[in-house]
């Protein structure tokens, strides 16, 4: 009976491309379909995403990006078909079979997104106030959490008998001071950079990058799909957002996290104002910081156990970012060095 609704349901669907089901299995959001011309996947979408999505998605295709799960048109040309107030698109499914371990897999990823943004970036003019409004803005926000870090621990120290999560803050204080105070020296150097530049790069950013969105076919060529939020914005609200549910771990010095930014780089080398900016935003202890304020907000403290834990879980975010931005600063004085000390053997061998 089950199975006979699945196909009841999707039969008007699929009839838009010509396409008998003949079973259907449910996978969330995704309707894995066995029909009269093979097996494909239907994903169904909010339909205020609809436009956005399938104008970026032929945008790609047309500048030559083919790293996309392709989307079939309807047998009209229509790349979704609005159903019951539901919009649906087609596309093939793919095996997604592990055939490379998680590095390899996660390179390929970061190798493609840098294509994708390589291919779709494009200046865009942002005022000389806008970019004003925006630092102000953001800097007087980093402030706020510096005075609240300040009160904080000040309360603490005065406290004769500290809780669990006061202790634990009191022993964190520091690395979030000194990555608020990075994140904020990063930050003000980016904009005396660009203070006077009325320019920025952006791209088609994916919206939400993430290992299941980024399949595989039997080749083992790997594919995003999932493009319901793609929109115009910065390669950062990219990369930031996977990069820190990767790290969102116990503690641990993540070197492959190192070789999939630096592959990225490779294929889309960010300018010395976009690197700041990255390293602002990464070392940013935004999470660690909120998940004090909750603590020193709340009126009822009957989840201790249950805060510090919440707490630990994002002060280990904090020094697994710290080391990979260690590592980041390490390697970037050694290219500097580098190419300072070719630049140097240069002049001499002019000279003689």
């Known amino acids: 009976m089950v199975k006979e609704n699945r196909l009841l349901k999707v039969a008007p669907i699929v009839k ?14 995704i309707r894995k379909i066995y029909t009269n011309k093979g097996v494909f996947a ?45 919009l649906y698109y087609l596309m093939p499914w793919l095996a997604n079979e592990v055939k490379e371990n998680r590095f390899e897999r996660n390179q390929q990823l970061f190798r493609e997104l840098a294509r994708l943004h390589t291919l779709s970036v494009r200046e865009v003019t942002i ?18 959490e510096n005075e609240f870090l300040l009160g904080f621990i000040e309360s603490c120290e005065r406290r004769e008998y ?8 009191s022993l964190s204080y520091h690395d979030i001071s000194q990555a608020l105070q990075f994140s904020i020296k990063r ?34 060529h790997g594919y995003f799909t999932n493009f319901e939020k793609s929109r115009l914005g910065s390669p950062l609200h990219d990369l930031l957002p996977f990069l820190s549910r990767t790290l969102k771990t116990y503690p641990k010095r993540s070197e492959e996290c190192i070789e999939w930014i630096y592959t990225y780089l490779k294929y889309f080398p960010f300018k010395e104002d ?76 002019a000279q003689n």
């Open 16 to 29: 838009n491309y010509a396409l008998e089901p003949h079973f259907v299995e449910e996978r969330g959001r």
């Open 42 to 86: 239907l994903k169904k979408i909010d339909p205020k995403h609809g436009g956005d999505f399938i104008r970026h998605v032929q945008s790609l295709f047309q500048k030559g990006y083919n790293r996309i799960v392709p989307i079939f048109p309807a047998v009209d040309g229509r790349y979704a078909v609005l159903h019951e107030n539901e």
């Open 127 to 144: 005022s000389k106030e806008d970019r004003a409004e925006h630092y102000e803005k953001t800097l007087l926000e980093w402030e706020k």
């Open 162 to 169: 500290l809780s669990p999560f006061e202790l634990m803050f």
């Open 187 to 220: 930050f003000k150097t980016w904009y005396e950079k660009t203070e006077e530049s009325e320019k920025a790069r952006t791209v088609i950013i994916h919206g939400k990058v993430s290992t299941e969105h980024f399949l595989f076919d039997d080749k083992g």
């Open 274 to 349: 976009e690197l700041l900016l990255f390293q602002s935003y990464f070392a940013h202890p935004g999470a660690v910081i909120r998940s004090a304020e909750n603590y020193f907000k709340a009126s009822d403290r009957k989840g201790e156990r249950k805060s510090v834990l919440h707490f630990q879980r994002q002060y280990w975010l904090l020094k697994n970012t710290e080391y990979i931005l260690m590592r980041i600063e390490e390697i970037e004085a050694q290219k500097k060095q580098a190419k300072a000390m070719e630049e140097a053997e240069g002049q001499g061998g």
